[in-house]
C-alpha cells in the first residue's frame, strides 16, 4: 500500500519520538517530505528503473534530424530520462514480423561520425528493413527533451520510446509518495526524512542513522536483483 505524506509524517514523529518535530510547521512538513520523496525516487531510478517505466510510439516527421519531446505531439512532458530507443517496422503491434530493435547512444558531438560516412556522403538508412537486419540508428538527448538521431530517419519511421516521466511534486498531505509506486521502498523515504530531520536537531538519534544507513545499502543493492538481458562480458582462458 501507496504511502502517502499524512502517513509519513506521522512515522517519522514516531520514529523521533516527537522530540524536536512539535516546532516544524505544516509547509515545512511538506517540504520535508518532498526532498525525500525526491532523494529516493532518483535513487531507485538510477538502479532500478522498471517501476515509471513508460513506453510509447513516436513517428518521425519529413527530413529533420531531432524532435522536441515534450511537445504535445510526441510525450508532452520533459523525460526524466530515456531508458530505451527501438526501432519498429511499423506501427502495428510487436509481433514476429514487428520485433523492435534497439538503436544505440550517441553523444550529441558525435552525430556527424553515423551522418556521413569516411568518404564525406550522406549514410542513408536502410530501407525497407528485413528480420536480419540491425538498425543503423544512433540517438542522443539534449537538454532533456531534444531527441536526436542519426542518421536521418526516412519520414513515417516508427520508434518506441522506454522513458521514465518526471517526478511529481508533492504538495497536499495526501498526495502519495514515489508516484504510487514502488510501495515496498516507502519506508525508505521515512527512514530519510527522519534522518534529515535528526541532522537539523543535532543527531539527537543515533538509531534513526542506523535505520537510514541500512535503508541506503538496500537501495543500492536493489539493481542487482533487476533481470537484465544485454551482452555479457566473455573471458577468454587458454588451455
Not at 517540504?31 to 532500478?48: E, K, P, S
Not at 538498425?135 to 526516412?154: E, V, W
Not at 543527531?203 to 545499502?217: H, Y
Amino acid at each position: 500500500m501507496a504511502l502517502t505524506v499524512a502517513n509519513v509524517k506521522t512515522q517519522v514523529q514516531a520514529l523521533m519520538d516527537t522530540q524536536g518535530t512539535a516546532a516544524v510547521n505544516s509547509a515545512e512538513w511538506l517540504t520535508l517530505i518532498d526532498f525525500a520523496d525526491d532523494y529516493v525516487w532518483r535513487m531507485l531510478v538510477g538502479v532500478n528503473p522498471d517501476f515509471w517505466l513508460t513506453e510509447t510510439r513516436v513517428t518521425w516527421p519529413s527530413d529533420v534530424d531531432n524532435i522536441d519531446l515534450s511537445s504535445v505531439s510526441y510525450l508532452n512532458t520533459k523525460p526524466y530520462k530515456i531508458v530505451a530507443l527501438d526501432l519498429l517496422q511499423s506501427n502495428a503491434a510487436v509481433s514476429t514480423t514487428n520485433l523492435p530493435m534497439r538503436c544505440g547512444p550517441m553523444r550529441w558531438d558525435e552525430r556527424a561520425l553515423y551522418l556521413v560516412r569516411d568518404d564525406g556522403i550522406y549514410r542513408s538508412s536502410i530501407t525497407p528493413l528485413t528480420a536480419v537486419d540491425r538498425p543503423p540508428y544512433r540517438f542522443a538527448l539534449k537538454d532533456s527533451a531534444d531527441l536526436y538521431i542519426a542518421p536521418i530517419p526516412i519520414a513515417g519511421t516508427v520508434f518506441q520510446v522506454g522513458y521514465i516521466p518526471p517526478r511529481a511534486t508533492l504538495t497536499s498531505t495526501s498526495d502519495t509518495i514515489l508516484g504510487g509506486k514502488a510501495d515496498a521502498y516507502g519506508q525508505a523515504v521515512v527512514a530519510y526524512a527522519a534522518w534529515t530531520l535528526n541532522n537539523r536537531k543535532g543527531g539527537s538519534n543515533p538509531q534513526i542513522g542506523a535505520l537510514w544507513s541500512q535503508w541506503e545499502t538496500q537501495l543500492a543493492a536493489t539493481g542487482a536483483d533487476r533481470q537484465v538481458a544485454g551482452p555479457k562480458r566473455v573471458k577468454w582462458v587458454r588451455w
